[in-house]
């Protein structure tokens, strides 16, 4: 067994690994478009809001497997992978047809909890 990592080196590479690809695509998402890491600062809050609302829609069928654990995981990733995508969106969206960009937003909020709905439909338990 000699030369295999101890469960918590294993976990802290995992990450630096994870960490590493949060800040590249973070890197990746605002240099191109010309926005600033600041910028998309300002979207984390929303993104952790939409991550608990679809953690929250992904556990209506089993309201008591929700726990603040899981919903505070949950906003998490909502507030790191949030941001990126919406400097992609308005970089995609936003160029072609500026007036639209905000009802963008508002279908892909629906589109998140929706989402969640549909987890929470396939995830019911069965009797």
Known sequence: ??????????NAV?????????????????EPW????????????????????????AHGSMQRQWTWRSSRRAAL??????????????????NARPQRLLVGFVYAAWAVLLGGGVVSLARRPTT
């Open 1 to 10: 067994m000699e030369g295999r990592l101890s469960r918590r080196s294993r």
């Open 14 to 30: 995992r990450l630096i690994v994870a960490l590493a690809a949060v800040a590249s695509v973070w890197l990746l998402s605002s």
């Open 34 to 57: 010309g926005l600033g890491g600041e910028q998309l600062l300002m979207f984390t809050a929303p993104g952790a809001l939409l991550g608990l609302g679809a953690s929250w829609a």
């Open 77 to 94: 990733i909502g507030a790191v992978v949030l941001p990126p995508v919406l400097a992609f969106v308005v970089a995609w969206d936003g």
